[in-house]
């Protein structure tokens, strides 16, 4: 997931998980109270907590003194998002190839697009997945807007 901060006044910040450390890891899950499959379900759904753990987590690199408990985001709703990368999206098309029936695999496929692009830090990558699975005739299917 990449989790993406947009200050006021600056540049874009964005953190990929794939890049944080298993200790740092391990003290989102800590701040959290939950395990790692579960704050990577919260950052799917945008949960405000489990965007800001990330940020938090790579703000101890220079900070190592900042407690989470203070540590804000404020007006997160319109600074904060997290996005799936290409290897999630990979995952994702592969999981469903393999759960779908062979008559119903592009209906599966289909039904989950508009989520997965919509998720998606680039929408390209979802079109390239399927085009890698030779799905690729389901890549011009409607579009999502960038909400």
Excluded at 32 to 42: A, K, L, P
Excluded at 54 to 81: C, H, N
Excluded at 105 to 110: K, L, M, P, S, T
Aim: glycine content about 4%.
């Amino acid at each position: 997931m990449i989790v993406t901060y947009e200050p006021t006044d600056g540049a874009a910040e964005r953190v990929s998980t794939h890049d944080l450390s298993a200790i740092e890891s391990a003290g989102i899950e800590e701040a959290m109270g939950i395990s790692w499959r579960e704050v990577e379900e919260r950052l799917r759904s945008q949960d405000p907590t489990a965007m800001r753990a990330v940020l938090w987590a790579v703000r101890k690199r220079d900070q190592p003194d900042l407690p989470f408990a203070t540590f804000d985001v404020p007006g997160w709703r319109r600074r904060l998002k997290a996005r799936i990368e290409r290897a999630e999206i990979d995952d994702v098309l592969d999981n469903i190839l393999a759960e779908a029936l062979a008559t119903s695999e592009d209906a599966a496929i289909d039904a989950m697009l508009p989520h997965l692009r919509k998720l998606a830090e680039d929408r390209a990558d979802v079109d390239a997945a399927l085009d890698s699975l030779g799905k690729g005739h389901l890549a011009k299917g409607p579009q999502v807007s960038e909400d």
